[in-house]
């Protein structure tokens, strides 16, 4: 059997354990091995990847319990896929914080990696109440994240997103208790199996139990009207952490396709349409709030949420040929608000005092090469060609022929055309004097480039990118195959 | 006995709910303890209510479910992990803002958005 699957849980604990064991504040020590658990996550992302292309399922048993009753791990090309997604976004996020962010607080780099660890654990895992422990993993790590650096709107912003965390961590437990009391298991695979043959007295309470993790995937995710913590958190949090913060309302999306794709019968149609509309209404506010944004990192913020809405939006319409564009856009939009998040914390350096807030302020140091670089993140977040972000929409835009749909999303990139080139020409043009902040040094723009340069790769080699999209799509309509791979082939 | 636990859980919860809903962090870490207290008694209750009998199999003719109790232990720990990062946040707040309101708000009285303390 193949361990490489435990490594992308077991690299970041490690790491993290041996810097908690690291008092002595050797920033050099720290960094050295957090960006080496980070490159070994990347590599062994890679070889995932690899292992997970031919269309095969790992299942790995955790102290080799038999499936129903150990948890398992189960690697298939979509998890496979967000876990090298989250390696390729943490490096840089991480070389970022390595030029200085990191000494605004003890435990910086402890922290960044247990995060990796339970975001990994999320993608991996294929038992639900397993799903719970590790969104517990990267959450308590978030909440240490989103306060690194201290300062009162931070606290107040961490304040309620750790109480709306733990009112969710509440109602996921209370899913679980009910699907447990209805089917008697955890196992995602089992689960799905049971709820085709259930009782029809238990089908009320097993489809509540659905319908409380929407609720609870939708407040990880940020969707609508669960979404009002996301653009506080996220513009007060330091830049690194707020980039590395974009993959975690995916996990909610992964979360959510995840189990729609294996759970199949008895869902409410309900369910599935409330997605619907309230992946189109957080489409639609998300608009709004990024034109009356009055910082570059609340309008980035709600850049993510209308990737967001967006995404729900294309899961939940129904069509199957949907799922490869999304997923699609899913990766390409992680990776530029990733980019956006870095970028706003290089631009709130270069004006000093004014930070972010898009009033006319001290010219930028080295304003030239920002500039660039903001242009070419701000074209590939709104989707305008020719970068990855057009690929994607113009993908979704022939898969969804939802006239509500392609009408929000055009308008979504319209306002944020107006939003960003409002703040682009405030933070870059309108200048009053000589700056007090500081020129960006090489390894944050390296950073920047790193995960800017992937939109034209994406963009570039798209037909490849497409195909690979519908390789993991058509693996994910097929949930017979997850099914019989962790239960082995009496179950179907 | 199942009368007697469903009960239990809804006065947890709507207690829970209630406190959550206050204006001041003390009260909120109250609601969100509660909260977490009556969701692992319904936890626990989902493997179906026996009494007197042993959770391991083969120690007993009926033995009772073992698995919730092992996933109220997990639920209990993390539990009491946040919650206690949680008062220390709250603590923290209070220190930067000089109230206890969750929205960091100054502490006049008799003003409008106070909440329910008013």
New interface residues.
């Given amino acids: 059997m193949s361990h490489w699957i435990i490594a992308p849980v077991l690299i970041p604990c490690l790491a993290g354990l041996l810097l908690l064991l690291e008092v002595r504040e050797r920033h050099r020590l720290r960094r050295f091995t957090g960006l080496l658990s980070c490159a070994a996550l990347l590599a062994v992302g890679v070889v995932l990847v690899n292992q997970a292309w031919d269309g095969a399922y790992t299942v790995y048993k955790l102290g080799n319990w038999e499936a129903p009753f150990g948890i398992v791990l189960v690697l298939d090309r979509f998890s496979a896929l967000m876990v090298l997604l989250t390696a390729v976004l943490a490096f840089p996020a991480l070389l970022y914080a390595s030029c200085g962010d990191d000494r605004k607080g003890a435990n910086f780099h402890g922290l960044f990696q247990f995060q990796l660890m339970g975001i990994n654990g999320a993608f991996l895992t294929g038992d639900l109440?397993n799903l719970f422990?590790f969104f517990?993993v990267l959450l308590?790590a978030s909440?240490g994240l989103a306060?690194h650096g201290r300062?009162?709107a931070r606290?107040?912003a961490?304040?309620?997103y750790?109480?709306l965390n733990?009112?969710g961590?509440?109602l996921f437990?209370?899913a679980?208790?009910?699907i447990?009391?209805t089917t008697g298991t955890l196992n995602m695979a089992d689960v799905a199996v049971k709820a085709q043959s259930l009782p029809a007295a238990d089908t009320t309470l097993f489809s509540v139990a659905l319908l409380l993790l929407w609720v609870v995937f939708g407040l990880k995710a940020a969707l609508f009207p669960l979404y009002f913590w996301l653009p506080a958190t996220y513009a007060n949090a330091t830049p690194a952490v707020a980039a590395l913060f974009a993959i975690m309302t995916k996990v909610g999306i992964y979360a959510m396709v995840r189990v729609m794709a294996l759970i199949v019968a008895p869902i409410p149609p309900i369910g599935q349409q409330a997605l619907w509309w309230l992946g189109l209404i957080t489409l639609g506010l998300a608009c709004l709030g990024a034109l009356g944004a009055k910082r570059l990192g609340t309008a980035v913020a709600y850049l993510v949420v209308m990737s967001v809405g967006t995404l729900i939006a294309a899961f939940s319409a129904g069509y199957g040929s949907a799922l490869a564009p999304a997923l699609y856009y899913l990766v390409h939009s992680t990776l530029i608000c990733g980019a956006l998040f870095l970028l706003a914390g290089l631009v709130a350096r270069g004006r000093g005092e004014v930070g972010d807030r898009l009033v006319a302020g001290p010219a930028i140091l080295g304003s030239g090469r920002l500039s660039l670089l903001f242009f070419a993140g701000a074209i590939a977040v709104i989707g305008l060609p020719p970068l990855s972000g057009f690929i994607g929409k113009v993908g979704l835009l022939r898969t969804v022929p939802e006239p509500i749909y392609w009408v929000l999303l055009l308008v979504a990139g319209l306002c944020g055309v107006i939003a960003l080139s409002r703040a682009g020409s405030t933070l870059f043009w309108r200048t009053t004097g000589e700056s007090a902040g500081l020129r960006p040094s090489r390894r944050r723009l390296f950073a920047v480039l790193w995960l800017l340069a992937l939109s034209p790769a994406m963009a570039l080699w798209g037909e490849a990118g497409l195909q690979w999209a519908e390789a993991v799509a058509d693996q994910l309509r097929q949930p017979h195959g997850y099914v019989q791979a962790v239960l082995g082939g009496g179950a179907q | 006995m199942e009368l007697l636990v469903a009960i239990i859980i809804g006065v947890l919860v709507t207690s829970g709910v209630y406190l959550?809903l206050r204006a001041r962090?003390f009260p909120?870490v109250m609601g969100?303890t509660l909260?977490?207290y009556?969701?692992?008694v319904?936890?626990f209750s989902?493997?179906g209510l026996k009494m007197d009998e042993v959770a391991v199999v083969g120690m007993s003719e009926n033995p009772t479910d073992p698995?919730?109790q092992a996933?109220v232990l997990?639920?209990i720990v993390?539990?009491f992990?946040?919650t206690a990062?949680?008062v220390v946040?709250?603590l923290?707040?209070q220190g930067?803002?000089y109230t206890d309101h969750?929205?960091?708000r100054d502490d006049v009285p008799g003003r409008k958005d106070e909440g329910g303390e008013a």
Avoid: Q, W
């Fill in positions: 109440f422990v517990e308590i909440y306060l300062g009162p606290v107040k961490g304040l309620h750790v109480v733990l009112v961590s509440g437990l209370i679980l208790g009910l447990y009391g | 959550c962090t909120v969100l909260l977490s009556g969701v692992n319904f936890l989902m493997g698995l919730p996933l997990t639920a993390i539990g992990a946040m990062f949680l946040l709250a923290r707040s930067e803002h969750v929205d960091g």
